[in-house]
Structure formats: structure tokens, C-alpha cells
């Protein structure tokens, strides 16, 4: 079982539109978590972080569910530049390795 | 600008030799990672390195070797050993304080055997 599980998707979704991405991961001591923006052939970005409360910018909203492992990603209002894959990243250990998903590919239609 | 810079941008690699992809960072970060990503796959961890002059194996660390000896630097280098090199290299670093501190990636380095 990989550490870190994403839906590949893509997704496909209308301008304005609110879709959410999901991510589980394997190892219940992970100790943080981030959300990430791949554009084609670049970098990985940080997008956000993900607190335990719960975390919101601007149209970006990311969930932690520790009893189920999961994590979330909540984008409103989708415009086109959003169009990019979503990586899922869990920091685990004392080394402070950070395991990355597949990541989830979005794409935002006129 | 402080940054973390990879070159080069594209390699290109004839079978059996072996090639050495720059990594360097300006950000004062401890840590630093090498990963590879294959077309649709997630990253995947090469080495790691938390401090100068030591460094961990990562996942997949058949077919490369690090050095770390400057806290600047890390070089990765694709040996003739790895069998399946082309793949598209990414480079990144971290402050080694605990918590939520995020890693940041060089542009990344493709490399292509040809």
C-alpha cells in the first residue's frame, strides 16, 4: 500500500464550479501535511498547508481527518488558471520525509 | 532573491555513463531531498540529506549517489547503474525546525537517455 493515495482523476469541471480533491494516507504519526500546485512540467508549490482546526485562503479550504487519515482539498468559485494537479504531501518521521501522492489532475472548462 | 537552483534544465544522456545534476540553495535550509517523477506518477524519494556530510537513502536509491559537502550544495548523480534514468529530476529543501515549515523545489532537471 502506497503512504500517500490520491484519485487521479482528472477531474473536469465549469468555471465556478466547487469540486474537492481527497487523499488518505497509511501512517497514523504523520505529522503534517500540505497541499501542493504542480503546473505541466514544472515545480511542485506550496498551495497550503493543512492545520488540525481546519484551514481556509481565500477559495481554497483544506480539511485534516485524523481518526480517518485523510485529508482535503476544497476549491470555490474554480476559475481556468486553476487548471493544474493537486499533490498531496505527508511529512512522517524523525527525518522529516515528506511523501508525495500522484497527485489529482484538474481542469476548469469556459 | 534567495532560491533553490538546478541545473541543467534538460540532460541528455548516453547509455553507460554517468551523468551529475546540480542542486544549490541559498535559503540557509538544512535539509535537503532529491526526488524523481515519472509521467503521471506522484514524486518519489532519491536521497535526503538533513545535515552537511550526512545523507539517508530514500525509496528508490539503486542507481544514485549524493554528497553533501557544503550545506549549499547537493549533487545527484545518475550512474550507469540505474536502468531506467529518464525521468524528470526535482531538488528540494527545508528548514529542519519542526512543524508545518513547507519544503521548496528547484525548476527540476529533465534528464532523457538517448
Known amino acids: 500500500r502506497k503512504e500517500v493515495e490520491q484519485d487521479p482523476g482528472p477531474f473536469n469541471v465549469p468555471e465556478g464550479a466547487t469540486v474537492a480533491f481527497n487523499c488518505t494516507y497509511s501512517?497514523?504519526?504523520?505529522?503534517?501535511f500540505f497541499w501542493y500546485r504542480q503546473d505541466c512540467r514544472k515545480e511542485p508549490k506550496l498551495l497550503m498547508s493543512v492545520y488540525s482546526s481546519g484551514n481556509e485562503d481565500g477559495r481554497f479550504t483544506a480539511q485534516l481527518n485524523r481518526a480517518s487519515q485523510y485529508i482535503s482539498l476544497l476549491i470555490r468559485d474554480s476559475k481556468l488558471s486553476d487548471s493544474a494537479t493537486y499533490l498531496c504531501v505527508v511529512k512522517m518521521g524523525d527525518f522529516n520525509k515528506f511523501y508525495f501522492g500522484s497527485g489529482t489532475k484538474l481542469n476548469v472548462k469556459p | 532573491d534567495g532560491g533553490i537552483t538546478q541545473s541543467p534544465k534538460y540532460l541528455f544522456r548516453k547509455e553507460g555513463q554517468n551523468v551529475t545534476l546540480s542542486c544549490e540553495q541559498n535559503?540557509?535550509?538544512?535539509?535537503m531531498y532529491w526526488y524523481r517523477q515519472d509521467p503521471g506518477q506522484g514524486l518519489r524519494l532519491i536521497y535526503y540529506s538533513q545535515i552537511v556530510n550526512d545523507f539517508q537513502k530514500g525509496d528508490i536509491a539503486e542507481g544514485y549517489s549524493v554528497s553533501r559537502e557544503k550545506k549549499e550544495s547537493f549533487p545527484l548523480t545518475v550512474t550507469s547503474a540505474q536502468k531506467n534514468p529518464t525521468a524528470f529530476y526535482l531538488c528540494?529543501?527545508?528548514?529542519?525546525?519542526?512543524?508545518?515549515?513547507?519544503?521548496?523545489f528547484g525548476q527540476g532537471t529533465r534528464l532523457t537517455v538517448v
Open positions: 528540494a529543501s527545508r528548514d529542519r525546525g519542526g512543524g508545518n515549515t513547507e519544503a521548496f
Open positions: 535559503l540557509n535550509h538544512d535539509a
Open positions: 501512517n497514523s504519526a504523520s505529522q503534517s
